[in-house]
Every structure is written in structure tokens, then in C-alpha cells.
């Protein structure tokens, strides 16, 4: 047989008929290599092993040119094309860069280029593309764990990806066999197949007219016409049934390459069993003739859509212990068989040979992944690939604030809807990335809750009918994208406020007022009350509020404090604590110590509290303030609640961050140790010196080991 026949060209005589059959069983002959022989190493139905790829290479289907793997690691610019000025570009929120609006910004082609922040990850992704490594990446959501993985594939050769074609059993039709062809090549088979089966069904078809023609015509010459159709009927019944057997030769293909222009990518987030390992659809005619072939009832599953390119499972650990169990085994063997995952389905009786699935695993999830997942796939990806943390925050500098300008480009030209950004709109949205990183001079990573504030401003410019969005648009999209959960908090603080007991001026003794968050960022006013009272029995320390686990620890602490510095005998006393209003949520976190432990003294010392000064800090069994979480957003509630002055962690005066309206409006004023924020908070001079004085020679000697600067690094909750 000539290798330049062309299956596409359907044969139209004898000849070419039988070509075209020799070309077909030809196809099949080579087809009876096991997969692993394959490897994509036929080309053209010809034995002849593909040449063995050149990384200098291009493909060259179509207008658009794939990067090769030489391309890998290359660094997009910046700004191309655009005008930096270096002089003003550290104090410039847009970095230096000279743009009316984002259309002026030139956004890169790959997606491993737009990734943005993530540098480490960035670098093993494309190590992990060169090398075909397994990699897997935890993180918060929103980091760029997707964006990731689609880049991989982009970044993975296109030439030697596989069509994977199901043949009928004759031997065992519960065993179909499996095939494996070079991309583009089993539409062609199973066009040649069809033909083959239609001039076969039409010849079968041609000779059973004539039966019957012949059948009839005997039966009026012999008059007897009832058995003459009786005998046409049955004629046509066995033609029919048996047609199907013919039928039944034209393979299934399963996976088709043909079209696809890069490495194949497939998102197995949440997949059930039979959608990742392959299933066997249920056949409810399992006999008379009416049956579908077993080879035509499997189904792919995302492992081998995968095969020669990527396979992505965000949230790992949810998959099923016995499922990661067969997914380990996939991995480790590069091929899996398909059978019916349902017990009951008549498809479990179906097993085909194994399938190829030489994939790339790209596991990702949150911290809490790692604990529920299997420690053998866990242990696979790890001794063949890489982990990466992913980073939640990046430091604040003029090239990654060019880059936050092009993310915006970005996202404007990926919705292809939205107008783009002046200059001011996306000074605001980086100004909003300062905000949500919660630490100075920092710009926050999870791009997805920034990418969804520039759509939401977008829509609203879009929506007046303007040609570019502007800083106004995205003030007004701040309030809009808000959570469910903010909502809910920024409306309960809302309604609280007609019932709240607010006081932000004169002293009263006992009464302090704290600082909290509610939601992701809405500040709330939370005062504390402390009592005395003669104890009943032993003296205890008894705090209301509902306090959950941590808050109930940080009140231990306090009390800590209270008894090495009283001069009162606390067995004879009970200290009543109050978080006045805390609600149905209760308290959670320890950052009410410095508060409580306020509220307490001056209850026990007769002190009055000034109470325009609010506060938030953690505190240490030694007297030392600790930083908390949420700062910036408890700065702002006591500003709005009247406020004159906040003490805050000397510790967090870092991650202060707040809108330019509140400058004015309050002091901030950090410390360090408990005796720091009684000499703000306090009032009486004679009293408040010397119960200051005491407590500076009881604290003093952990301050001079600087044990404050210690817990800099640790992760306070927000609350």
C-alpha cells in the first residue's frame, strides 16, 4: 500500500474500495503495539519513529506561534513601550509609569508571564514544564494557583500529543483494546471505518432487496403470497441484527488531539470518580441485538484527556482516599485501564486495556490540605516534582507597582467588556492592594478579590456609558463588591448604633473602649466593663460576652498581670468582666487583653479611664503589648465613633494603613508594655503616676530583654 493514500477521500469504486479496506486493517495492524510502545512514535500510519523533538523548533499550525521549551524562563518587560520617569518612580503609586489609561500598557501573550508576585512559584512552574515535574502548590485562594497550571501547559511541546481510539473485542467484548495515534490521525481512521461500514452495509443492504425481491416473486408465482412475505420478513430481521456486528468495528475515540494548539489542560476540581479515572456508561439493552458495544459506551476521564499535558486538582484533599489511591497509581504507571465505577451499573463488567495517562500533576489547596491528604500521593508528587508555598503578600516597589498598572490591563482585556482605567483608577485599586495586604509597604497577592473590585468599577463605568473608568467609579465599586459576610457586619454595626452606649469624653472608672472587627474589614467600638466585688468563696475572675476559647485565655493572662502588681488581696475579691454588646458572634482572639486589662486596674485602683482614648493590643503574662491583626480597621471605627486617641501595638505601627480622611480625625499613638497604655489611659495625676511607677519596676526587667519585638512575626487573629 502507497503511504500517501489519504483516508479523507472516500473511495468510490471496487478499487479504491479495496484500498481503502487494506488501509484500514493496515491502520489496525500497526495499532496492535501496546501503548507503551506507542508512545506517539507512529506518524502517518507508517512504522517509521517520529525524529526526536527539537527544542529550537516551532509548531507552525496555524497563525499564531507556540513557545518552546528554550523560551522557558525568558522575562517580560514591565512597561514596553512605555514612559518611566526613575525620578518620581518610588514615591509614584503608578511606579513612574507616564500612561493616560491602561490601553497604553502592552499586556504579555503567555499566561507565564502575566503571573505576577508569585516570582518562586513562577520559576519552578517553569523548571516543573522543562523537566515534567509534578508540582504542588498551597496557598490562600485567589493567589494565582490556577493561572499556574494553565501556564504550564502553554509551556509544554505540542508535537507529540496522542489520539486514543476504543476497538470492539472480538474475543471478549467486556476488554476492549485500546490504541494510541499521533494527534490528528484517528478522525481519519474513524472516518476510513464509517466508509468502510457503509459500503459494507450497503452491499449487505443491495443483496437483501434481491433476497426479497426473489423471496416475493416466487411467492406469486406460486400463489402462495402469506408465506412469500413471512419468509421477506424474516429475511429482513436477520439482515438487520446482523448489520449491527458491522457496526461494531468502528472504533471510539476518546481523546482527539487533533484541534488542540497547545498541551492539553484539564481543571479536575471536584471531580467525581468516574469524571477523573474514566467510567463505563450503563447499557439497559444487554441483549436481543439491541445492545451498544462496550468499546462505545467508555467514557475518558480527565487523567487521560490529560495524557502529554496538565492536570490540575485544586482542593486535593477533598478528593475521596481511595480515589487519590488510584490517582497515585496513574501517576506512578502512565497508563490506567477505564471501567465502571458504579457496583450495579452493567458497566463494571467492562475493563479496557490499559489507557495512557502521562500527565503533569499540578495538586493545589489551602494549609489545611496537606492533613487530609493521601501521604503516599502527597509523598509521589514530592519525590518527582516540587512544593511551593504560595505567597500572600509582596514588597511594596515601583516595579511590582508597574506590574499591579498591568494586572489591571490585564483583567480589563481578559473580560474584553469592561472600559480601561485612567491613571487616578488604578492609583486607587493599588492604593486598595496597600490596604488588603495588612502589612506596610506591602501589596496584597490574592489577585482574584482585587480582580473582582475591577470588574465591579468596570460594570459601573460601563454601565453611565463612559470611555474609561474612573477613581470614582472604583470608590463607588469598594462599597459595591463587598462580601455576603461584610454586608451582614457592616449592617449589624449599622443597626447597633441606635442602641449602643458610646461615651468619648470625661473618665469613669472600670469602663474601656475597645477595639474589634467584624466580617473582613468593617471596625466596630467594643467597650469592656470590670467590677469588684467581695467573693462569695475563693475570689475568681468571671467574663461575660460570650468569649470563645482564645478570649477566655487572653482574661487568664490578664489576671496574671493583676495579681503580681495588686495590692489587694484577690482570694477575698471577684473581678467581673464585661464585653459590653459583643452580640451573638461573642468574642474570639486575644486582641481585648490590653483592654481588659485596663478595665480591671482602674476598677481595682479607683482610676478613672479618659474615654476618648480607644485601644486594641494583645497581651503577655510579663506586661508586654502585643501586635494584632485588623489595625488600620479599628483605627478607622474609633475615629467615626469620636474618638481622640487610639493606642495601638508599638509592634503594628508598621501596618497602619488608613484612608487619608482619618489623618486628621484621630492620634495614634503605639506602646509597647502595659505601663504605657495606663499612662495614656488613665486620669488623676497623683493616683495614675504612682500605679504607673509600679508597674514600670515589675515589668521592667522583661522589657530590657526586648521580648516585644519577639512576637513581631507571629499571626494574631483579626479580632
Avoid at 22 to 37: H, I, L, M, N
Avoid at 108 to 118: E, F, M, S, T
Avoid at 278 to 283: I, S
Avoid at 647 to 655: F, G, H, K, M, S
Amino acid at each position: 500500500m502507497s503511504n500517501d493514500t489519504n483516508v479523507d477521500d472516500p473511495p468510490e469504486d471496487a478499487a479504491e474500495t479495496a484500498s481503502s479496506e487494506e488501509e484500514v486493517r493496515d491502520q489496525e495492524r500497526q495499532g496492535d503495539r501496546s501503548p507503551a510502545e506507542e508512545g506517539g512514535d507512529r506518524r502517518d500510519g507508517v512504522d517509521d519513529p517520529i525524529e526526536e523533538f527539537d527544542p529550537d523548533s516551532v509548531s507552525d499550525d496555524g497563525d499564531d506561534d507556540i513557545e518552546t521549551v528554550n523560551d522557558l524562563g525568558s522575562e517580560v518587560e514591565v512597561d514596553p513601550g512605555v514612559e518611566v520617569d526613575e525620578d518620581i518612580a518610588e514615591d509614584d503609586l503608578l511606579g513612574g509609569l507616564k500612561i493616560d489609561t491602561t490601553s497604553d500598557i502592552e499586556v504579555p501573550d503567555r499566561l507565564v508571564d502575566q503571573v505576577i508576585g508569585q516570582d518562586e512559584a513562577r520559576d519552578i512552574i517553569i523548571k516543573a514544564a522543562k523537566q515534567r515535574r509534578h508540582v504542588m502548590m498551597i496557598g490562600s485562594p485567589g493567589t494565582g494557583k490556577s493561572m499556574l497550571a494553565k501556564a504550564m501547559s502553554q509551556l509544554l511541546p505540542q508535537e507529540d500529543l496522542q489520539d486514543v481510539l476504543v476497538y470492539h473485542n472480538p474475543d471478549d467484548g467486556n476488554e476492549p483494546k485500546v490504541r494510541t495515534v499521533p494527534a490528528g490521525k484517528g478522525e481519519q481512521i474513524i472516518d476510513a471505518h464509517k466508509e468502510e461500514a457503509r459500503k459494507r452495509n450497503q452491499m449487505r443492504s443491495i443483496l437483501m432487496w434481491i433476497i426479497i425481491a426473489i423471496i416475493i416473486g416466487y411467492a406469486i408465482l406460486t400463489t402462495n403470497i402469506l408465506l412469500g412475505i413471512l419468509a421477506a420478513g424474516i429475511v429482513w430481521l436477520i439482515f438487520r441484527y446482523t448489520s449491527r456486528g458491522t457496526d461494531a468495528m468502528v472504533p471510539n475515540m476518546i481523546v482527539d488531539n487533533g484541534d488542540q494548539r497547545t498541551a492539553p489542560f484539564e481543571d479536575a476540581t471536584g471531580a467525581h470518580a468516574g469524571a477523573l479515572l474514566g467510567d463505563v456508561r450503563h447499557d439497559p439493552f444487554q441483549s436481543g441485538g439491541m445492545e451498544t458495544p462496550s468499546h462505545d459506551r467508555v467514557e475518558p476521564g480527565s487523567i487521560h484527556k490529560s495524557n502529554k499535558g496538565v492536570l490540575f486538582v485544586d482542593e486535593i484533599n477533598t478528593l475521596d482516599v481511595r480515589t487519590q489511591q488510584k490517582l497515585m497509581t496513574a501517576i506512578q504507571e502512565g497508563e490506567f485501564s477505564i471501567t465502571g465505577q458504579s457496583e450495579r451499573s452493567s458497566g463494571a463488567m467492562v475493563q479496557t486495556e490499559p489507557v495512557p495517562c502521562d500527565f503533569i500533576m499540578i495538586a493545589a489547596g489551602n494549609l489545611d490540605a496537606m492533613e487530609n491528604m493521601h501521604p503516599a500521593l502527597r509523598n509521589r508528587i514530592k519525590g518527582y516534582g516540587y512544593e511551593v508555598y504560595m505567597e500572600d503578600t509582596i514588597e511594596d516597589t515601583p516595579e511590582m507597582r508597574r506590574k499591579y498598572a498591568r494586572f489591571v490591563a490585564q483583567e480589563v482585556e481578559r473580560d474584553g467588556r469592561l472600559p480601561h482605567f485612567t491613571d487616578e483608577a488604578v492609583e486607587e485599586i493599588i492604593l486598595e492592594a496597600k490596604r488588603r495586604s495588612g502589612r506596610k509597604n506591602h501589596l496584597t497577592l490574592h489577585f482574584r478579590s482585587l480582580g473582582g473590585l475591577i470588574r465591579v468599577a468596570g460594570d459601573i463605568a460601563r454601565a453611565e456609558d463612559r470611555e474609561a473608568t474612573t477613581r470614582e467609579d472604583v470608590l463607588q465599586a469598594k462599597r459595591r463588591s463587598r462580601s455576603i459576610e461584610q454586608q451582614l457586619a457592616d449592617d449589624y454595626i449599622e443597626r447597633r448604633k441606635d442602641y449602643e452606649l458610646q461615651v468619648n469624653e470625661g473618665g469613669v472608672e472600670g469602663r474601656v473602649n475597645g477595639l474589634a472587627v467584624m466580617g473582613e474589614d468593617s471596625g466596630i467600638m467594643l467597650p469592656v466593663m470590670a467590677e469588684i466585688a467581695p467573693a462569695q468563696g475563693q475570689g475568681q475572675v468571671i467574663a461575660t460576652g460570650k468569649l470563645k476559647e482564645m478570649a477566655e485565655e487572653s482574661v487568664q493572662n490578664v489576671s496574671a498581670i493583676i495579681k503580681k502588681f495588686s495590692d489587694v488581696n484577690l482570694s477575698e475579691k471577684d473581678i467581673h468582666i464585661q464585653f459590653v454588646q459583643a452580640g451573638q458572634q461573642g468574642v474570639d482572639g486575644d486582641s481585648a487583653s490590653i483592654t481588659v486589662a485596663t478595665a480591671v486596674i482602674s476598677a481595682l485602683e479607683d482610676i478613672p479611664v479618659d474615654q476618648s482614648v480607644a485601644m486594641t493590643g494583645s497581651l503577655s503574662v510579663r506586661g508586654d503589648v502585643l501586635p494584632v491583626g485588623g489595625v488600620t480597621h479599628k483605627i478607622e471605627a474609633a475615629a467615626k465613633a469620636g474618638c481622640d486617641k487610639v493606642i495601638i501595638p508599638a509592634a503594628n505601627e508598621q501596618d497602619v494603613m488608613i484612608e487619608e480622611e482619618y489623618d486628621e480625625m484621630i492620634e495614634i499613638i503605639p506602646c509597647a508594655n502595659i505601663s504605657e497604655v495606663l499612662d495614656v489611659a488613665l486620669m488623676g495625676e497623683p493616683k495614675k503616676d504612682s500605679l504607673v511607677d509600679r508597674l514600670k519596676q515589675i515589668t521592667g526587667s522583661a522589657l530590657e530583654h526586648g521580648s516585644v519585638g519577639s512576637t513581631s512575626g507571629s499571626n494574631p487573629s483579626p479580632q
